[in-house]
């Protein structure tokens, strides 16, 4: 079997799972708060929710037997990129996803990228800094999986690199992040400029512990790049990649290749986006959301509940006063030593 599709039938195999738990009631607003400031969209069940100076709320509910999963605020604030993961064959409807971008005040949901067949998937996208274009992940059933990037003004999907997943950009927009042959069974971090295809493998000699690698995603200024990893275990099949156990975040100097970890949260396949001036980072897991400082060794602190396997995405900053407040709070505090 081609191990696109194994993972995928293991994706789909799992999602299906979901359906039954629903979303979420508006009673469940007061529990569903994440106590920082901005935007925020993130999943809860299978639709999306949106937390601004109003609160939080339902932003988008998912369709007959369908899921969505990992949104992406563009940067001005005023859509938000998702994937819509059709979860069986209801209706005559395909498994597989598409991508689609929606307007937050009025919300309406439009397909950007559909699929052509059953089985084929999209992930991940990522918005370019100027807002006209996404990159994402594109997992076909009969070719290679890829990093594509799609002009939202022209409709064109340009190939950015073959074998590889799960690709961020850069704030200058000029490279890319990804994981690099993720079918392998010995996947690495790469940058890539995107002017002239010349690449960076971030750890060459495998001498890191931490890996797989997920989501990596570069730091407000470039310099960096954060993603989550679990300590290493052996692949032995494309059902198993990315199932290694517990995951904490991790970051590279992309100067100096200093490695560390900057929040040992121990979660099953975390979610994680970054604060706009980069100096903090929402963890979300399936035992709480965790706030954490990128730039000291200070524990993780777990603000709100989590939620299995989500996704979430933020625009915003913490101030050092409203972080000296969020640690005080805090009805509970990760062992930094986990």
């Known amino acids: 079997m081609h191990p696109a599709l194994s993972l995928a039938a293991a994706l789909s195999a799992f999602a299906i799972l979901l359906v039954g738990c629903g979303g979420?009631?508006?009673?469940?607003?007061?529990?569903?708060?994440?106590?920082?400031?901005?935007?925020?969209?993130?999943?809860?069940?299978?639709?999306?929710?949106?937390?601004?100076?109003?609160?939080?709320?339902?932003?988008?509910?998912?369709?007959?037997?369908?899921?969505?999963?990992?949104?992406?605020?563009?940067?001005?604030?005023?859509?938000?990129?998702?994937?819509?993961?059709?979860?069986?064959?209801?209706?005559?409807?395909?498994?597989?996803?598409?991508?689609?971008?929606?307007?937050?005040?009025?919300?309406?949901?439009?397909?950007?990228?559909?699929?052509?067949?059953?089985?084929?998937?999209?992930w991940n996208p990522r918005w370019t800094p100027d807002g006209h274009a996404l990159i994402f992940t594109h997992e076909p059933v009969a070719?290679?999986?890829?990093?594509?990037?799609?002009?939202?003004?022209?409709?064109?999907?340009?190939?950015?690199?073959?074998?590889?997943?799960?690709?961020?950009?850069?704030?200058?927009?000029?490279?890319?992040?990804?994981?690099?042959a993720p079918y392998s069974g010995d996947p690495h971090l790469v940058v890539r400029r995107l002017e002239d295809g010349f690449e960076t493998v971030l750890d060459p000699e495998r001498t890191w512990q931490p890996r797989p690698y997920r989501i990596p995603r570069f730091s407000a200024d470039g310099g960096s790049v954060l993603f989550s990893a679990g300590q290493y275990l052996p692949q032995v099949s494309a059902v198993a990649l990315g199932l290694n156990g517990p995951e904490d975040i991790w970051r590279v100097d992309l100067t100096s290749g200093d490695l560390r970890q900057i929040a040992a949260v121990s979660e099953d396949q975390p979610d994680f986006t970054l604060s706009s001036d980069g100096r903090h980072a929402l963890v979300f897991g399936a035992f709480g959301t965790y706030l954490i400082s990128t730039?000291?060794?200070?524990?993780?602190?777990?603000?709100?509940?989590?939620?299995?396997?989500?996704?979430?995405?933020?625009?915003?900053?913490?101030?050092?006063?409203?972080?000296?407040?969020l640690r005080e709070s805090v009805f509970e505090r990760a062992d930094a030593t986990q």
């Open 24 to 122: 979420a009631s508006e009673s469940d607003h007061g529990e569903r708060r994440i106590p920082v400031p901005g935007l925020l969209v993130f999943t809860v069940g299978v639709d999306l929710w949106i937390q601004d100076d109003e609160g939080p709320r339902l932003l988008i509910a998912a369709g007959q037997e369908q899921q969505l999963l990992h949104p992406a605020i563009s940067p001005d604030g005023t859509q938000v990129a998702y994937v819509v993961f059709q979860l069986t064959h209801a209706e005559g409807a395909t498994i597989g996803t598409d991508l689609a971008v929606s307007n937050i005040n009025e919300p309406t949901q439009r397909t950007v990228v559909a699929r052509d067949g059953a089985a084929e998937f999209v």
């Open 143 to 180: 070719e290679p999986i890829s990093v594509k990037r799609l002009d939202l003004r022209s409709g064109l999907i340009e190939l950015l690199r073959a074998d590889a997943r799960d690709a961020a950009i850069s704030p200058d927009g000029a490279r890319i992040v990804f994981v690099s």
């Open 295 to 325: 730039t000291s060794l200070e524990p993780a602190y777990a603000v709100a509940p989590g939620e299995f396997h989500g996704w979430i995405d933020w625009l915003g900053t913490v101030s050092d006063e409203e972080w000296a407040a």
